[in-house]
């Protein structure tokens, strides 16, 4: 019987990764909060190529017509690959919100207190989640006006986040319209 041959294998480091510009966090790949957003990192680089032009988009596939969120690259219902980008409606309504008061993810300790939730955009069968700016913790209400912004990280990322609207009379109890998408 011939002896086996032993090749040692070398493990490989994995790639650490380099900040994407001056002022960026040193959060560790795995624990980023944010996505990577370049076309040689994912193949959703166009939905990040919307919010630097100010825009929240998501796909939807030709052939079902099926609007999906996150934005995909395939129908998860029908696995058609042939998907266009739609833009969403800018404004929508808190369904559900939980005030971070402790317990930050990792970078965001010292933003402590802010809220996150849930928001059904006017129009659109969809509810994000997200974050909420623009009011104090206590003052955020369930059925509460937002409007989606974008912004950019500390890295030159960009992502969305939501801000409440102030309400002013009547105008502020309209319903959102019925079929946007």
Avoid: N
């Avoid at 939807?60 to 833009?87: F, I, N, Q, S, Y």
């Amino acid at each position: 019987m011939a002896e086996a041959t032993v090749v040692p294998v070398k493990k490989k480091r994995p790639a650490e990764a380099e900040p994407a510009g001056p002022g960026a966090p040193t959060v560790p790949f795995l624990l980023d909060f944010y996505p990577l957003e370049r076309e040689d990192q994912t193949r959703l680089a166009a939905f990040y190529a919307a919010l630097r032009e100010g825009r929240l988009t998501t796909t939807r596939c030709r052939r079902d017509g099926a609007l999906h969120w996150p934005p995909r690259t395939v129908c998860p219902k029908c696995h058609e690959d042939a998907v266009d980008w739609v833009d969403l409606p800018t404004q929508g309504r808190i369904y559900a919100f939980s005030a971070v008061l402790a317990g930050a993810p990792l970078g965001m300790e010292a933003e402590v207190p802010f809220v996150v939730g849930l928001v059904d955009l006017d129009g659109a069968p969809l509810r994000l989640f997200g974050r909420i700016e623009g009011s104090a913790w206590a003052e955020v209400r369930i059925g509460q006006t937002v409007r989606v912004e974008t912004y950019t990280i500390a890295d030159g990322r960009v992502f969305y986040r939501f801000r409440t609207v102030r309400a002013e009379g009547p105008a502020a109890a309209v319903r959102p319209s019925e079929g946007y998408l």
